[in-house]
């Protein structure tokens, strides 16, 4: 199994501009997670969804924000208008409903 | 999800066992604890849990009092490649109302010294 994987690994871009990450959650997984990360807040739970349906996402800092999970293999982050303080690390992960959660290498994305 | 308090780091010398402490004094009686590990720039990932009995796998050892109010992660003989920072994790468990997502605290920097 190729592990969860996300894309880009890298991106970078201008104040105002739409950012699209994506992720592929392990296959069979039913549970997917949304984390960013940064020097000053540390790793923050964003939103996840169980069997494609979005439970919890109070962590979703503003409307900017918006996450979907059209299928049970895919999942969108989305920031539109994109902020420099948006700039971080994010990560996805998936797990089977209550087992050990499996991380992909994160999207680190700057915007200038 | 209760809480946990872990200090901010500690060394240990390759080849020493490496205790990481963790404080969970509000946890519920149906809550795992929970151990990851984050090594520079890449994913955390997963390395133990436990509900009330101590745990040992091919990674570590996870020690749980008997109150269940703080744990310790033991690395038997740790390694270089062991320096990362160690995260302790109270979470309900699946199914629960208050969902199952992990939340990170700062955790315990650990730098392994040759």
């Known amino acids: 199994d190729a592990g969860v994987i996300q894309s880009p690994r890298h991106e970078v871009t201008e104040m105002g501009q739409e950012v699209t990450l994506r992720c592929k959650p392990i296959?069979?997984?039913?549970?997917l997670f949304w984390y960013r990360q940064t020097m000053m807040r540390g790793l923050e739970l964003l939103i996840y969804?169980?069997?494609?349906?979005?439970?919890?996402d109070s962590g979703m800092p503003e409307d900017r924000f918006s996450a979907k999970m059209p299928n049970a293999s895919f999942s969108t982050l989305k920031i539109q208008p994109s902020e420099p303080r948006d700039s971080a690390v994010y990560f996805c992960a998936s797990t089977v409903f209550g087992a050990k959660a499996f991380f992909g290498q994160g999207t680190r994305l700057t915007v200038v | 999800d209760a809480k946990t308090t872990q200090p901010p780091s500690m060394d240990c010398a390759e080849g020493r066992a490496a205790n990481l402490p963790c404080n969970h004094s509000?946890?519920?009686?149906?809550?795992?604890v929970y151990w990851y590990r984050q090594i520079h720039s890449q994913g955390p990932q997963y390395i133990i849990h436990?509900?009330?009995n101590n745990e040992t796998n091919e990674m570590a050892s996870l020690i749980i009092t008997e109150d269940r109010k703080s744990s310790t992660l033991i690395l038997p003989h740790a390694t270089l490649r062991d320096t990362a920072v160690y995260y302790c994790?109270?979470?309900?468990?699946?199914?629960?109302?208050?969902?199952?997502?992990?939340?990170f605290g700062k955790g315990t920097s650990l730098l392994v010294t040759p």
């Open positions: 969804f169980n069997n494609n349906v979005p439970i919890d």
């Open positions: 436990g509900l009330k």
């Open positions: 509000t946890i519920s009686g149906n809550e795992y």
């Open positions: 296959s069979g997984h039913n549970s």
């Open positions: 994790i109270v979470r309900a468990p699946a199914g629960s109302n208050s969902g199952y997502a992990l939340n």
